[in-house]
């Protein structure tokens, strides 16, 4: 009889009758944890000669990655992060427990990573909370953060959406020097969205993706040339694809035309993101990008602070946002202020509103975001070795369970 004793002690669970996501398609194959990781069950057997300790029934669902959101943010002034009506407007504000609570709620929709998305705010705003909000693993207190989503100011005034105009910065001092001056350290920085059109914009593109940091098109009038030159100069992505950019034009697409553009370098994918909650995006559009780049496709909440709060009217910052049904609009207008759709129910619009496979819905959740993020080789997949992050669904991609690094932290 085979002994128990492997290379480490700790003990093995067996995920069985479950459909796992791997290599772009469901398969019927168990899944084996062990020490947070996913585990390649023939050295288990052959070069350990070891077993599970546990066996959990999956009861014929679905096992994909963890959901990775790379924008939940909340666009009033300077408040930062999105969701049940957490705030950090005031300079009194508990920057790091008012993200605790976020990441804590959002494991519900299957995220089990996400970017603290911090709006177009003043620069002290900036210095307070970026030092604050480190990269952190998650567990059973919340998810995962991955590094600062740094949406603004360096964006377009036409096209700035519900960001505050008085704090919107043009690239005055040759790029760099103003990223420093407005956001001080960026060790704590995953992600930057700028309008490339700006003038010596290009030099801080370059900046930011030298430091690793991903650059994102967006809020923005840039024609197409000024996209593809972004992209050349290190821009990997685009926010919120047709919300806060020029529409599509036949002569000039404008930052749409990088779906199917001829002058992206040789091995580099460019991503955009999605808000797939009906609302953002006519599910028309949504068949078009799909069709046009799948993989690329992205899906983001742009959840702001009303996320889980009731219908009527909240203070949020300095402004207020009125809640209609699934519609976030700055008081008074018809401006869209970020979304208040779960990712769960993104993912499920997604597959309904394109047609896709149950896998490619999945994956737009998981694995695209950690490619954006060049995070793949241990998040966003259910490969050997990687975070053992995932999520339980049924067939209808409601979220069941979710796992951090092995652990099931909640369940429906």
Not at 166 to 173: I, M, N, P, V, W
Not at 193 to 219: C, D, F, K, Q, W
Not at 264 to 279: E, R
Request: net charge negative; glycine share 10%.
């Amino acid at each position: 009889m085979p002994s128990n004793k492997s290379v480490s002690d700790a003990p093995i669970t067996q995920f069985v009758n479950c459909r796992i996501l791997k290599n772009h398609r469901l398969q019927w194959e168990d899944l084996w944890v062990r020490e947070g990781k996913i585990l390649n069950p023939e050295k288990l057997f052959f070069d350990e000669e070891g077993f599970a300790d546990h066996k959990v029934d999956c009861e014929n669902k679905i096992i994909a990655p963890g959901f990775i959101d790379v924008q939940i943010n909340a666009p009033p002034l300077f408040s930062l992060i999105g969701g049940y009506g957490i705030d950090f407007s005031q300079a009194s504000s508990d920057i790091r427990g008012g993200v605790a609570v976020v990441a804590k709620k959002i494991i519900e929709q299957g995220v089990t990573s996400f970017c603290p998305t911090l709006v177009t705010s003043p620069p002290d705003i900036y210095h307070k909370v970026i030092p604050e909000l480190r990269e952190q693993d998650g567990g059973p207190e919340g998810a995962g953060v991955l590094g600062i989503h740094l949406e603004g100011p360096f964006i377009s005034e036409e096209k700035r959406g519900a960001h505050p105009p008085k704090f919107l910065r043009t690239f005055k001092a040759g790029g760099v020097a103003d990223l420093m001056e407005t956001y001080g350290p960026l060790d704590n920085v995953a992600m930057v969205t700028l309008a490339p059109e700006l003038a010596n914009s290009a030099a801080a593109i370059r900046e930011l993706a030298g430091r690793g940091i991903a650059v994102s098109v967006g809020h923005s009038m840039a024609d197409l040339s000024q996209a593809e030159e972004a992209v050349q100069n290190g821009a990997t992505f685009i926010t919120h694809l047709f919300n806060a950019m020029l529409p599509f034009h036949h002569r000039d697409p404008g930052i749409v035309g990088l779906l199917t553009s001829d002058r992206i370098p040789p091995g580099q994918t460019v991503y955009y993101g999605m808000i797939a909650d009906g609302i953002h995006t006519h599910p028309a559009a949504l068949r078009i990008a799909h069709r046009a780049h799948p993989a690329g496709l992205v899906l983001v909440t742009d959840a702001v602070t009303a996320m889980g709060l009731p219908p009527g009217r909240h203070t949020l910052g300095q402004q207020q946002i009125d809640i209609q049904g699934l519609h976030a609009y700055v008081a008074g207008t018809t401006t869209l202020s970020g979304s208040i759709a779960t990712m769960d129910m993104c993912v499920r619009h997604f597959r309904e509103a394109s047609g896709c496979t149950v896998e490619a819905a999945l994956e737009a959740a998981s694995l695209h975001p950690a490619q954006l993020l060049g995070i793949s080789h241990r998040k966003g997949t259910l490969e050997y070795g990687t975070d053992a992050d995932f999520v339980v669904l049924d067939d209808t991609l409601t979220v069941r369970e979710t796992y951090i690094a092995g652990q099931q932290v909640w369940r429906k």
